[in-house]
């Protein structure tokens, strides 16, 4: 590969240093291929390197939320409870950087500003805000799902005087809230999380609620010493499981039909599920986020529960969803959420009845009252899946905007693959599994499939690779009609960008499920990438 001199040459470089990005640079050191990182922040880590909010935990049990890939790893790491905290899964990214050797080969507080791709040499030239320039052969975008934050459009959002927090960007000193009038305004999950914990802190806390959400009490606990034996045990198994299943998860539905059982025995199936704790009780029943009667049902249960929590009934009302289906928006993990808004110094604002007018100096005006705030916190989420690419100024071949190409939303093969962007890659982008799996168990099949992929190029004597334009139209028809055999499209959400003002509503992950999608892999690479155009480097690379 030729080079000028400010030019770094490299086979791969690899944006962000989540856990995919790290199983990406692991990889490529593996495979004998020069790599560079480039990561925004000072470190490793990702979403939790990102995301220090009192509360901030995995909602994927520690045990199935961490890498599969080396077996010593699996073995000697001890996760301490059921649902690790921010800070145990930030020690442990950082103990596999250190472990694997990974840091040296990554730029920390470096930012990626701009990818241009050269027809004439098939790489692509990369721009960061430090001024350095790398002339790679592949660029694997490991930017994460859920890591562009998003500000939210409301009148006077850079207004207010005192002090303004984001749950995405949460200060790595931390932040004392004691004593202070706190206003916060999300209620997904990060919101959901941080609720109780800043209630506990704060003098009071003032919750601007939007769009309610389903939550489930995580039930966390430490893992006990007997736990962790049989976790070593039985590891190889639940990983097996995982492999070919709907989420990347070791767990199955409930083993009869909703229809097939009596009042009881599914009260008694939602109860284990319930008390199993998280995410999980979305998926009681097979077809629970298909069939809406029994959605219903598993709805009802759940209301049960919140209002027998809630003291007050009001509240309670304004708490509990009634504009979607149970699990159709990204299912919440709490721990106290619901307990505390019986405490005396938390206040919920039901903001459909009373909406925010503007955000002042001195707090939060809605068009029926002022709240004053020593502090704000906006725990308003992403703009989610193609965010963080669309923030780069990103040109494929013959110098394609990638925000020209998404403009109609995200077009992708198998999520990994853009038309018009050869040699780009995306991982747990739209179009693949991503936000509805295991994500480091999705981000791991992604990565071995790519590296395998990189092997046959090398073995191949192919120099560029890039997705059929026809192969990503059929593509992101498959994952719409896959969403649309769900009740997902019912929900306004960011699987779909309805969070973000002016994005196109498209269901944007795979949720034909993340077994499907790994036997849509394997079948590809089986048959020798036909969804690919492929260059050979004898033949002039211009497309
Ligand atoms: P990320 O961890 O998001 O890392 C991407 C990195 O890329 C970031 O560090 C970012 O700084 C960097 N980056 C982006 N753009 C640039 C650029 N232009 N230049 C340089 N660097 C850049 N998933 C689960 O499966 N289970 C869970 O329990 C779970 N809990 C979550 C809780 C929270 C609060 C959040 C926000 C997400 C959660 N997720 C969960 C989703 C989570 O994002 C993934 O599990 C996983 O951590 C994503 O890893 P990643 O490497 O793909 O992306």
Redesign the pocket.
Known sequence: MTSTAAERPVDVLV???????MYGVYRAVKAGMSVVG????DDV???????RYPG?R???ESID?SYSFDADLQNEWVWTERYATQPEILRYAQHVAERFDLKRHYRFE????FAHYDDATSTWLVGTDTGERYRAHFVVF??????APNKPDIPGVDDFAGEVLYT?QWPKEGVSLAGKRVGLIGTG??GIQSTPLIAEEAGSLTVFQRSPNYSVPAFNRPLTDEEQVRIRAEYPERRKKCLYSSSAGPFEAYPKSAYEVDEAEREAAFEERWKAGGVLFGKTFDNQTIDPVINEMARQFAERKVRAIVKDPQVADDLFPTDHPLGTKRICTDSGYFEAFNRDNVKLVNLRREPITSITATGIETDQATYELDTLIFATG?DAMTG?LT??DIRGSNGLDIKHAWADGPVTYLGIGIPGFPNLFS??GPGSPS?L????LA?EQQIDWLFDLFAFLEENDIVAIEAKAESAEAWIQHVDEAARQTLFVKANSWYNGSNISGKRRLFMPYIGGFGNYRIKCDEEQAQGYPNFELTKASVPATV
């Open positions: 944006v962000g240093a989540g856990f995919a990005g480039i990561e925004a922040g880590g990702g979403t939790w390197y990102w995301n901030a995995c909602d994927v939320y470096t930012r990626v500003e490991a930017t994460g799902s859920l890591s995405a999950s990060s992403f963080a923030r780069i991982i747990t936000v799996a295991n994500m480091i981000a």
